[in-house]
């Protein structure tokens, strides 16, 4: 009888527990990516729905976020892109955006998925050691000619 007490209070607290769920932010044409990022928690997607431009600087600090646009080729952030000092076992992904200025992702993991950087990026120069990780995926064209 003591055991079944246990377990009903057990499942009691359990269910009574409340687990954060990560949330969604749309970001649309005109408004502010890098206020989208500040409203955020680590953990949270930002998704750009459709085709749209961001011209300004773009700062990651302290979270694991992923952002991601709904085709490649159609979201440009342009400014420079820093990415710095994300969670340990958390890690940025970036999905079909172009950066037409820098991306710093020095010392962070980050996945890098069908995006385009016309800047210089800097990656994380401890790779393994640190935890830190790069993942990218690209999509290659192929001219005929």
């Known amino acids: 009888m003591k055991t079944i007490?246990?377990?009903?209070?057990?499942?009691?607290i359990l269910s009574s527990c409340s687990f954060a769920k990560a949330a969604t932010h749309v970001v649309?044409?005109?408004q502010s990516?890098?206020?989208a990022i500040n409203?955020?928690?680590?953990?949270?997607?930002?998704?750009?729905?459709?085709?749209?431009?961001?011209?300004?600087?773009?700062?990651i600090t302290g979270k694991a976020l992923?952002?991601?646009?709904?085709?490649?080729g159609n979201h440009d952030i342009e400014?420079?892109?820093?990415i710095s000092a994300v969670p340990a076992g958390g890690k940025v992904t970036l999905r079909?955006?172009?950066?037409?200025?820098n991306l710093d992702a020095n010392g962070s993991s980050l996945d890098l998925l069908r995006c385009k950087v016309t800047?210089?990026?800097?990656?994380?120069?401890?790779?393994?050691?640190?935890?830190?990780?790069?993942?990218?995926?690209?999509?290659l064209v192929y001219q005929d000619g």
């Open 5 to 12: 007490r246990h377990l009903l209070l057990a499942a009691g």
């Open 28 to 30: 649309l044409p005109g």
């Open 33 to 35: 990516l890098q206020a």
């Open 39 to 59: 409203g955020a928690a680590s953990g949270d997607t930002i998704v750009i729905p459709t085709a749209a431009s961001f011209p300004e600087n773009i700062t």
């Open 66 to 72: 992923r952002i991601r646009g709904a085709q490649a």
């Open 79 to 82: 400014g420079n892109f820093v």
């Open 96 to 101: 079909n955006l172009t950066v037409l200025g």
């Open 119 to 139: 800047g210089e990026t800097t990656l994380p120069s401890k790779l393994g050691s640190t935890g830190n990780e790069v993942q990218l995926i690209v999509d």
